[in-house]
């Protein structure tokens, strides 16, 4: 008996696609990955600290994020945090790098402050995205900002997900591990093909900074001015160089991530 028109065209659909899939693994399989372009620790691409100012690194079990990483769910390559003092304003730098291949950008990008901390008990009282800023002469990539609380203390929040060098930003609040966390990233992920085509194996950067005062009253500050040119020179955070340096000391500068 002769199988309906309807069901001879969806196996015909289904056979297109799985061959598809099976020669997209074997492109991938064969295409080599990027070469990465962080070739040493994050520790020596911080910038030490300002004048009048003290730099300590932290364990990572102190921050939301290393509190996901026990749970299986990061899988970063290679992450930091210090905090710089000056005895008024205490700022918490955490950055985290991913090979090219190792994650999606959507799955890196859902873990962001609005998930992380508000799963570890902070409430968000401000969010922005795309926010872009005039710095040093130059201009910074759009960056993300927040403001969060728990327990009375009130963090505020700007930070960076690069991929490819390219800040990218995502509307996944809150979302949930497993099946149920995988159906609210799709179309995150449908948007991750549009904006890089089917080989999204990039180099991945987050870059956060919690600062106990406001970054407005921070951009002011000399001494951070100085260390966010040295931070923004060396993990590539301009999207338009200043004309001139003005560092303690010439960081390296990683080029487009």
């Known amino acids: 008996m002769k199988a309906p028109r309807w069901m001879r065209v969806l196996l015909g659909l289904t056979a297109v696609t799985v061959v598809g899939l099976l ?15 962080i070739d040493q620790p994050l520790q020596n691409l911080l910038p030490p600290a300002p004048m009048g100012w003290n730099a300590e690194d932290q364990p990572l ?6 509190q996901e990483q ?3 769910v ?22 985290a790098h991913w090979l090219p291949g190792k994650f999606s950008p959507a799955k890196v990008g859902s873990h962001s402050p609005d998930t992380c901390w508000v799963h570890n008990g902070w409430d968000m009282l401000e969010r922005k995205q795309s926010v872009t800023r005039d710095f040093a002469g130059g201009t910074l ?3 993300e900002t927040g403001v969060f609380e728990k327990s009375h203390e009130k963090v505020h929040v700007i930070f960076w997900h690069l991929v490819g060098g390219v ?3 995502y509307d996944l609040v809150g979302w949930q591990n497993g099946l149920a966390g995988r159906i609210e990233r799709l ?3 449908f948007a991750d093909f549009s904006r890089f085509g089917l080989d999204q194996r990039k180099e991945q950067l987050v870059i956060r900074l919690s600062s106990t005062e406001s970054f407005e009253e921070m951009w002011a500050d000399p001494g951070f001015v100085k260390f966010m040119d040295q931070l923004s020179r060396a993990f590539d955070l301009y999207a338009t160089l200043p004309p001139a340096v003005d560092s303690m000391v010439k960081p390296k500068v990683v080029g487009a991530i």
């Open 23 to 37: 020669g997209l693994n074997v492109y991938m399989a064969l295409k080599p990955a990027p070469k990465p372009v």
């Open 61 to 66: 079990a102190n921050t939301p994020e290393e």
């Open 70 to 72: 026990v749970e299986g």
């Open 74 to 95: 990061l899988h970063f390559d290679e992450a930091v945090y210090r905090i710089y003092d000056n005895g008024r304003a205490q700022i918490g730098v955490y950055i």
């Open 141 to 143: 990539k759009p960056m």
């Open 167 to 169: 800040p990218m930003s």
């Open 187 to 189: 179309p995150a992920l």
